[in-house]
């Protein structure tokens, strides 16, 4: 292509293409070209970080999200129901827990239950052993640890107190509560083999619409992988795991493993780990937010850092589908939150390079758009994924105050 000699005169600057430069010269003379091109940079960059889960989500919604079940479903199959319930300091809501699952209609001589309790100091364990000796019609064991090594800890005696034939443990937490056939809801899915763990969409109590486009977005995405093999994302409200697999390959112990953990593990494994749309769960918020998600973010990072070396170390991991689906999400955890980090970085840069009007228009769009819900929940998604990972760095709590 030949220059035009007008646009030849331009001197040439740096790397910047003449072409940008003669226009922007007429336009914000000020302008450096280091300063354009970093806000450039950033902006692709901060295109990208919205780009690919964009497109993933529209990829899993119509591609697998619609497609129907691949795995037989049987509603009259009951299997054995073991439900665990792991407690520390829980006075308020161990009664109330117990009395929620004595209301679930699914036959009381294949349900157990067993309260794990870590040497509360309020008392729970005694509460729950009460309510058992009130209520007969319902079999309650209850596990007293003599010392608080966390809730994996706890998990794991609970797993090796199941009785001999349980087939399904529910693993639950004691503030939330099951809308009734929750139980005969799960159990169905496990009539099927290959299905190793299911967890309950999320139920939100806000039913802004504004909010439920996060909310979507996040049990559409966890749904849509399940039914083209596994979700990695599991939430520990509610969890049904097959025992035999518990048995046989068991759960990952590593500092931080908990829910997400056990699901990509059984994935791995070749089982199933599913999330299900007919049961969902609502989990009440309690204590400081900031530390209860700043936790979880460590822990999902250190799901996708560790649980697939973990399977390899056990000789339990298998190449399936799932690997597709752990890559992206990997992406999506440990890297994106980075490639926004790093374009708000380098607004800031240009900013401070002191030519920077035109880092003004993305920082001016970037916070306008501040003021729609599911982006603030989005944004702040991602700086709890770029504080969890930080933090991992210090530290991974296995018991934490509440
Ligand atoms: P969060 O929902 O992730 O903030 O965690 P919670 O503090 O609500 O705990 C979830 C469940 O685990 C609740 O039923 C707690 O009582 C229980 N839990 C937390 N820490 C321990 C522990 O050290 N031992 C036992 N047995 N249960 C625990
Ligand atoms: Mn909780």
């Given amino acids: 292509m030949r220059l035009s000699g007008n646009l030849r005169s331009v001197p040439i600057n740096s790397n910047s293409p003449n072409i940008v430069l003669r226009w922007r010269d007429a336009l914000v003379p000020s302008l450096t070209p280091t300063a354009e091109l970093i806000v450039g940079v ?52 161990i009664e109330g827990k117990l009395t929620n699952i ?26 729950a052993e009460a309510w058992a000796r009130d209520n007969p019609n319902l079999f309650v064991r209850v596990i007293s640890e003599s ?34 056939g ?55 409200v509610f969890q049904a795991i097959r025992t035999r697999a518990l048995r046989t390959v068991g759960v990952p112990v590593f500092p931080g493993s908990d829910d997400s953990a056990f699901a990509s593990y059984m994935a791995f494994a070749g089982y199933r780990s599913i999330q299900v749309e007919d049961i969902a769960v609502k989990e009440p918020m ?9 936790r979880r973010a460590q822990h999902v990072i250190l799901n996708f850092l560790l649980t697939k070396k973990y399977a390899r170390s056990k000789n339990v991991y298998r190449r399936t589908e799932f690997d597709t689906i752990w890559t992206i999400e990997s992406w999506l955890v440990l890297v994106n939150p980075w490639i926004l980090m790093a374009a708000l970085l ?14 003004i228009i993305p920082l001016v769009f970037g916070s306008a758009l501040l003021l729609l819900k599911p982006y603030r929940a989005w944004m702040s998604q991602q700086l709890y994924l770029i504080m969890g990972l930080l933090r991992n760095l210090i530290t991974a709590k296995e018991v934490w105050t509440k």
């Fill in 42 to 93: 950033a902006v692709v960059l901060g295109f990208v970080h919205f780009f690919v889960p964009a497109i993933y989500y529209e990829y899993a919604k119509t591609r697998w999200y619609r497609k129907a079940w691949t795995i037989t479903i049987d509603e009259s199959y009951q299997p054995r129901i073991s439900v665990v319930i792991p407690t520390y300091n829980e006075r308020e809501f």
């Fill in 102 to 127: 004595s209301e679930e209609d699914f036959p009381r001589n294949l349900l157990e239950v067993i309260v794990v309790d870590s040497a509360s100091t309020d008392n729970t364990a005694a509460l």
């Fill in 147 to 180: 010392v608080r090594k966390g809730k994996l800890t706890a998990l794991l005696s609970a797993f090796e107190a199941l009785g001999p034939l349980s087939e399904v443990a529910i693993v639950t937490d004691v503030d939330v509560r099951f809308q009734k």
């Fill in 182 to 236: 929750t139980i005969r809801k799960a159990a169905k899915y496990f009539a099927n083999s290959s299905v190793g763990i299911v967890t309950a969409s999320l139920a939100y109590s806000s039913d802004v619409p504004a909010e439920s486009i996060y909310r979507d977005y996040y049990n559409v995405l966890r749904v849509a992988e399940s039914r083209k093999h596994s979700t990695p994302i599991h939430s520990g």
């Fill in 286 to 294: 309690r204590g400081s937010q900031f530390s209860t998600k700043l």
């Fill in 346 to 359: 380098m607004v800031a840069l240009s900013l401070l390079l002191g030519s920077g009007e035109v880092g």
